[in-house]
């Protein structure tokens, strides 16, 4: 490493940077994990010139995992994980116009409000930044993080601490003694085009936009590092309102702002639908003369009482609309049509583009969905095809440019075997999708069905990343959820052991299994979520840990209710948001051998956490079950439910034995009758209201 840059040879400049790329991973390591650097800084700068010089000359020979293309300090470990003191959900989106009088009318139907009682909302421009929470105790700043699986986030306290925009300490009275800020952190246009121009004198690599610039600046392991950054932060929300003493969402802006918070100025508040489209139109025409990035508008109900009587579902709160604005299109030359094959199976078709510019970024694939959409569009290899990036995220193909058509382009034939693995591809009644019946013998299935498993809304496996995965299947190490935690005993063994490994170290190594080791507890719904069973996703999965509690209860209720007969069947089906498609998903998952023998294969290696109760011992209703039946008078139904459940009740729609409570209104018709015949308490509506209440 000490021969002279210009009298390297390529060959020699290809080895030096290897070895160069792992030694400053390793010193990175030492420095920002362990806090034990074993060399001094300018030794280490050394290290980084070196490899900055040879890259410089040897452009073609910038290894993939080239320090200069990391942004700033690597994650290489993980941040602390922090709890949020309310789920931090996300929103419900719409993209025309009836969509925003289709929420008005959801909401006049959930409170029952009169046609001609007008519904304020506030109208606030939706930053495409990094969602963020701010904890405040007694005034002082303590807990930053990000919004993770809404869940739980990772610390980024001390990053947070840098930017100008986060008041470190609020001295007002009448400031909540503990409370969390919500909002975005986000970066200017001109700041981020002259961090760009700074990054390409110093022959660093361009961050692709402001938000992703935003997203890795405060994910450094290095504060200083952000300090540097010119970062911006909008706030607009709170855990909780009760504290703020205010009455709507536009009192609780102006508190914001009293206390030095930055709130967005274009907010505004609106009585009527069409003042609201009024204000949307508006920002959608300016949209590109803005300092900063928006890809739509959120209203929220601006009363909080409104607010709190809707509530959330398992997802979003009902009273707010992200109101999206139209994708950016582009035309181009549609190569090829290749098929992918997803964890369950299904064959997607992805058309293979001519590279082009849509919305910012490169576009060079982009989703058929299935081979019914290639017939409705007539899409052929060799069209030239319209495309958007649907939510500006994931691309599509629109239309065909048909007057652009040549004598090149043909129909594309959809294949009827597994291109992976030669299985058959078929297509059940009622299903848009062909699928493999492989299962777990086709490797793109295997393969992805553990990705899923390690992914941040599963087991979280921190450093454990698709590559990883995909080449540890490759290379026999995992071909199931247990082998991953039986990797590490297999490991000490091996003669070929993990650290000597290309790309990897002894540190690296050690990282993993550590990071492993300390997943074997495991919440029950994100247990439930990674087992990859077909229409159970993250909302699913919840709904299922708070009705059945444990893993023990859940597995023995889905391999009895395969019997339709049974009780445990009724029950499944008497699951608020679990119908009968679901239902036979997952009788099915527990019926095959091949899942149970996977099942007692993971159990051995890894315990379930029960699931916690939804609200305090205190209320009466918590972790009761509830039908309503008959019309109620003093609420709607759906708000009848959503207030069951805030107590911490499990609504379901049919009466059983495990049923703890019938609320009857007017008519109740044959629920009550069951209710009778089987013991259950009955309630009247004010019944009901009045032990609700504690009364």
């Known amino acids: ?96 116009d009836q969509d925003v009088h289709d929420f008005m009318e959801r909401i006049r139907r959930f409170l029952n409000i009169p046609p001609e009682t007008p519904i304020e909302l506030v109208a606030e421009p939706k930053i495409d930044g990094l969602s963020a929470t701010l904890e405040y105790q007694k005034g002082l700043f303590v807990l930053g993080a990000t919004r993770g699986d809404g869940t739980e986030g990772e610390d980024i306290t001390e990053n947070l601490k840098t930017l100008k925009d986060i008041p470190a300490l609020i001295a007002a009275q009448d400031f909540p003694n503990v409370t969390e800020i919500r909002g975005e952190v986000y970066m200017r246009h001109e700041d981020f085009l002259a961090m760009n121009q700074e990054r390409e004198a110093q022959g660093q690599p361009f961050f692709a936009n402001p938000r992703n610039a935003a997203a890795g600046s405060v994910r450094q392991l290095d504060s200083s590092v952000t300090a540097k950054r010119p970062l911006k932060f909008f706030a607009y929300a709170c855990d ?237 190490l995992i071909h199931s959820p247990a082998d991953i935690f039986t990797l590490e005993e297999r490991d000490r063994q091996s003669l070929t052991p993990l650290r000597n490994r290309e790309g990897w170290g002894d540190l690296s190594a050690k990282n993993l299994f550590k990071a ?74 527990f019926d095959e051998p091949h899942n149970r023998e996977v099942l007692a294969s993971l159990l051995k290696e890894v315990t379930v956490v029960d699931e916690k109760p939804l609200a305090a011992s205190s209320s009466i209703f918590a972790n009761k079950t509830i039908v309503f039946t008959g019309a109620l008078t003093h609420m709607t139904r759906v708000e009848a439910k959503v207030r069951a459940e805030a107590l911490g009740a499990k609504v379901a729609s049919s009466v059983s034995a495990k049923t703890d409570y019938v609320v009857v209104g007017e008519d109740p018709g044959s629920k009550a009758k069951s209710a009778k015949e089987l013991g259950v308490p009955i309630l009247t509506e004010e019944e009901w209201l009045k032990a609700a209440r504690g009364l």
């Open 1 to 96: 490493m000490h021969k002279p840059i210009e009298k390297i040879t390529e060959e020699d400049a290809k080895e030096e940077l290897r070895r160069l790329a792992e030694l400053i991973a390793y010193h990175d390591r030492l420095y920002y994990l362990e806090d034990q650097p074993e060399i001094s800084d300018a030794d280490y700068d050394a290290l980084r010139l070196r490899n900055a010089a040879l890259e410089k000359k040897f452009p073609h020979l910038i290894r993939e995992d080239s320090p200069n293309l990391r942004v700033g300090a690597p994650l290489l470990g993980p941040f602390k994980k922090v709890q949020h003191r309310k789920e931090m959900l996300s929103l419900d989106n719409g993209f025309e």
């Open 240 to 476: 909780e309102y009760a504290p703020f003493h205010v009455k709507t969402h536009w009192e609780f802006l102006e508190k914001l702002k009293e206390w030095g918070f930055v709130v967005n100025p274009l907010a505004k508040l609106c009585s009527t639908v069409d003042e609201v489209l009024a204000y949307y139109h508006e920002l959608e025409s300016k949209r590109t003369t803005l300092p900063y990035d928006i890809d739509g508008i959120v209203y929220k109900v601006n009363r909080i009482d409104w607010q709190n009587r809707m509530g959330s579902s398992t997802r979003a709160p009902r009273w707010a609309l992200a109101h999206k604005f139209p994708a950016e299109q582009a035309q181009t030359h549609l190569n090829d049509i290749l098929i992918q094959v997803g964890r369950t199976g299904a064959l997607t078709p992805v058309a293979i583009l001519q590279p082009v510019t849509v919305g910012g970024v490169v576009v060079s694939r982009a989703s058929l969905h299935n081979e019914d959409e290639i017939a409705r569009k007539d899409v052929r290899v060799g069209d030239t095809v319209v495309i958007q990036r649907a939510g500006d995220v994931i691309p599509q193909v629109v239309r065909v440019v048909g007057e652009k058509r040549g004598s090149d382009s043909h129909p594309f034939s959809f294949p009827h075997t597994c291109p992976v693995c030669g299985s058959h591809a078929v297509r059940l009644p009622g299903e848009v999708a062909r699928k493999c019946i492989g299962g777990l013998i086709c490797g793109a299935q295997a393969a992805l069905r553990l990705r899923h498993f390690v992914s941040r809304d599963a087991f979280d496996i921190e450093g454990f990343g698709s590559k990883h995965v995909e080449a540890f299947y490759k290379e026999g």
């Open 516 to 589: 492993i080791a300390s997943r074997r507890k495991i919440p029950l719904h994100r247990f439930i979520y990674a087992l990859g069973i077909p229409q159970v996703g993250q909302a699913t999965a919840k709904l299922l840990a708070r009705h059945y509690v444990s893993y023990e209860m859940w597995q023995e209720a889905m391999r009895a209710a395969k019997n339709p007969e049974n009780e445990a069947y009724i029950d499944l089906m008497s699951i608020d948001g679990v119908g009968p498609s679901v239902s036979a998903d997952l009788i099915a998952f």
